[in-house]
């Protein structure tokens, strides 16, 4: 696995995404086609996280940076959602 799609995927999973797959450089993975187009539109970081489990493994740090970063991402809630709770 590319390390650039590691690190840009940790900010841009879904733009990240779409260019691999118009480069056709998008990792060897299990997911069928219809898998990977709904996953990248609704829940990018799930199937990066699916790329970097069946490549690198569950035990790669990649894996749990990616992890940690999509647990903060969708239940930190964005500057928005914060706001408006405060209100």
Do not use: E
């Amino acid at each position: 696995m590319d390390t650039l799609f590691l690190v840009v995927s940790l900010f841009l999973p879904r733009t990240i995404l779409i260019i691999y797959f118009l480069l056709n450089q998008i990792p060897l993975n299990t997911v069928p086609f219809i898998g990977d187009v709904l996953l990248t539109v609704f829940i990018p970081r799930a199937l990066v996280l699916i790329y970097i489990a069946q490549t690198l493994g569950t035990d790669s740090p990649w894996f749990w940076i990616h992890l940690v970063t999509a647990l903060l991402v969708y239940f930190g809630g964005g500057k928005k959602y914060k706001d408006y709770r405060r209100k």
